[in-house]
């Protein structure tokens, strides 16, 4: 072992700094380098091997990922959607719909995890935008730092709050309560809120200003032709100028050719189009198609964005189809496919892609989060189980009560939670494993060891000495915003599980330096590790919004530079004074 030849605290320094190194470069996945990091702790000796392992049982991992089952379970209700577009007034001006919709989506992921928050609501700001003559982009960034803020106020919105709540548990003994984080949280959500809604998405660039209300997102789509007529080209332009439709290409065996000059169509023929319209809109105004309706019973159309690790990357457009047993179809594909000009079912998805799915909307939900797919919008009205939705709340109002009022462990009770929803039939079992971001549990798994070592071999008692050696003589309002802001500001070069993981046991250290309350300062960790609002690369929710909302990077510190001093302003004040007299 390489502790017998150089200190402990200087061997877990240098794995946490190369770590933070290997996060900020981007070349390696963050769960992969949570591996590498665990990995150089065993050898260097500051990670036993049996506590390497002991992060993938840690209860808060098992919250975290019992809590994503039961949060996408919610999802497929459609009951949260189905509420926050009845809520939502078609008629107001655009800043109360505005007002209305972050409100409903910071309430959601105060009690779900703030990826689903966000998929639920994404669909109704597309469409508060476009029904209020705006670009989606005035919408979206706001959703995600809506859906991020209200993560702050319970202990199960998001996996930091419960890595630092097993934190405190084993250094103090006691969790964090389900409702601790919630008086901060909420004052931090109400200031938050009124920036946004205000002043906020007046700062954001408008690129793509819907040019009239009902306009949808361009759709590339291919249809197959009637190969027993003939078809003038004049002809078929005519039918499809009805929907704004223009032709591409006319597709013989799958690649682009000139238009026959005989107009004879042949076995395999297909038109690749371009249009705003639905895909059932366009086959219903011409003539000269051969497939099957687009639109059956039961179906709706969703557009939804491919997610980075989406295992449909790489592979063509019938993948859908064949992954799902040919009860879901691509009907349409994002403009990058207009440049291809060759058949959908040849062109290689990417990450980033859009793709407009036809089926069940059952189906379509489950094949989404098996599939790491984020509905970014949708026309149709999604059909509301009404018993599944009932039996899914009741369950998960109950998975809250026994945290609360019987105080049994989250990880129990969430896991015996998803139990019950599979054991019901509300969720298939494929459909829960595939809800688990698996990406996430390795990288807290892997991650939770080696935080721990950094403060069983005394290296965050080194660091918190030096932090704690700056901010002695300073006020406690000083001290919490200085933690706060430097967690955020770790939160901005890596994810915000290892900031988490890392500034807890720093803050636990720098509290008696600073004559602190423990709580008041891993609740400033806790505030700071949800709110990058600086980057698109620290929150998975700035990452998902950042293509519908064709945003660049320095876009986001046009709206997150305020938002972040507010945050941090409002924190501090609130935790001095709910600690400072204790």
């Known amino acids: 072992m390489l502790t017998s030849f150089f200190p402990a605290p200087i061997l877990c320094s240098l794995i946490l700094i190369g770590s933070l190194v290997l996060f900020m470069s981007g070349k390696l996945r963050p769960d992969a380098v949570a591996l590498i990091a665990l990995f150089a702790g065993v050898i260097a000796g500051v990670v036993t091997p049996r506590a390497a392992l002991e992060g993938f049982g840690d209860p808060a991992v098992v919250a975290v990922a019992a809590v994503m089952v039961v949060g996408q379970a919610l999802q497929m209700t459609g009951i949260a959607g189905w509420v926050a577009r009845a809520l939502i007034p078609e008629k107001a001006a655009f800043t109360v719909r505005l007002a209305m919709l972050l409100t409903g989506a910071c309430l959601l992921s105060a009690f779900m995890n703030h990826v689903a928050a966000l998929i639920i609501t994404m669909p109704l700001a597309t469409e508060v935008a476009r029904t209020s003559r705006k670009s989606p982009g005035l919408v979206l960034m706001p959703l995600s730092f809506a859906t991020m803020i209200g993560g702050m106020t319970t202990l199960i919105a998001t996996p930091p709050n419960m890595i630092l709540s097993s934190i405190r548990q084993g250094a103090l003994g006691q969790p964090f309560g389900f409702f601790t984080m919630t008086p901060v949280g909420l004052a931090v959500c109400a200031v938050g809120l009124l920036y946004l809604t205000l002043i906020g998405w007046r700062l954001l660039p408008q690129r793509a200003r819907a040019e009239q209300s009902d306009d949808a997102p361009w759709r590339v789509m291919e249809f197959p032709l009637d190969a027993r007529r003939v078809l003038e080209r004049d002809e078929a332009a005519r039918q499809l100028r ?156 109950c998975a809250i009560a026994t945290v609360i009022l019987l105080h049994v462990p989250p990880a129990i009770s969430f896991l015996g939670a998803a139990a019950l929803i599979t054991t019901f039939r509300l969720m298939s079992v494929e459909a829960a494993y595939g809800a688990v971001n698996w990406s996430i549990i390795v990288l807290l798994a892997a991650m939770i060891p080696v935080g721990a070592s950094f403060a069983s071999t005394g290296a965050a008692a080194y660091a918190a000495q030096f932090v704690g050696g700056l901010l002695q003589h300073t006020p406690l309002i000083a001290a919490i915003a200085a933690v706060c802001a430097l967690t955020l500001m770790l939160s901005i070069l890596i994810h915000n599980a290892p900031a988490a993981i890392i500034m807890g046991p720093i803050a636990l250290q720098i509290a008696p330096v600073v004559h602190a309350q423990p709580d008041a300062l891993l609740l400033a960790v806790l505030i700071g590790a ?39 302003l409002t924190a501090s004040v609130v935790l001095s004074l709910q600690y400072g007299h204790s």
């Open 242 to 397: 009805r929907t704004r439709t223009r032709i591409l290409a006319f597709l013989r065996g799958g690649r682009p050719i000139r238009w026959p000059r005989t107009h004879r169509l042949k076995s395999g023929d297909s038109l690749l189009l371009l249009s705003r319209a639905l895909p059932a809109e366009v086959h219903d105004s011409i003539d000269f198609n051969r497939g099957r309706p687009v639109a059956e019973p039961g179906h709706v159309t969703a557009g939804l964005m491919v997610t980075h690790g989406s295992p449909l990357i790489g592979r063509t457009h019938d993948a859908v189809a064949a992954q799902s047993n040919g009860g879901l179809h691509v009907v349409a594909a994002g403009p990058r496919a207009s440049s291809v000009r060759s058949s959908l079912d040849s062109v290689p998805i990417e990450s980033g892609d859009q793709l407009f799915i036809s089926g069940p909307p059952d189906a379509i939900a489950v094949f989404a989060a098996n599939t790491r797919l984020v509905e970014i919008d949708r026309r149709d009205s999604i059909p509301v189980d009404l018993r599944k939705a009932a039996l899914t709340l009741g369950i998960f109002a």
């Open 530 to 568: 949800s709110c990058d609002f600086l980057t698109p690369i620290g929150h998975e929710n700035n990452l998902i919004v950042m293509e519908p909302g064709g945003y660049r990077f320095a876009d986001y510190s046009r709206l997150g530079a305020g938002m972040s001093v507010l945050v941090i």
